[in-house]
C-alpha cells in the first residue's frame, strides 16, 4: 500500500468521494507531491479521496485546490 493511502485509511474510514459522493477511487494530494518543494506532502490535511472524474477534475484546475482544502475542513 502506497505511504499516502495508508496514512487516509488511518484517518478515515470514508470511501466515498469527498465531493460527489460517488465511490472514492483516488486518495489524492492537493499540493502536488511532484513539486520540489512538496516532497514531504504525505499528510492527512494533503489528502483527499475523490473518484475518478472528480480526480480528473482536479488535476485540470475544474475543482480548484481551494474547493479541496474546503472539503476536509
Known amino acids: ?3 499516502h493511502i495508508k496514512i487516509y485509511t488511518d484517518y478515515t474510514d470514508n470511501i466515498l ?3 460527489c459522493w460517488n465511490v472514492g477511487v483516488d486518495c ?3 499540493q502536488p507531491k511532484w513539486m520540489w518543494w ?3 506532502l ?3 490535511e494533503n489528502l ?3 473518484c475518478r472524474d472528480c480526480h480528473i477534475k482536479a488535476h485540470s484546475n ?3 485546490k481551494q474547493e479541496l482544502y474546503e ?3
Open 17 to 19: 468521494c469527498e465531493i
Open 62 to 64: 475544474i475543482i480548484t
Open 28 to 30: 489524492h494530494h492537493i
Open 42 to 44: 504525505d499528510y492527512i
Open 48 to 50: 483527499i479521496l475523490l
Open 71 to 73: 472539503r476536509i475542513k
Open 38 to 40: 512538496s516532497k514531504k
Open 1 to 3: 500500500m502506497k505511504k
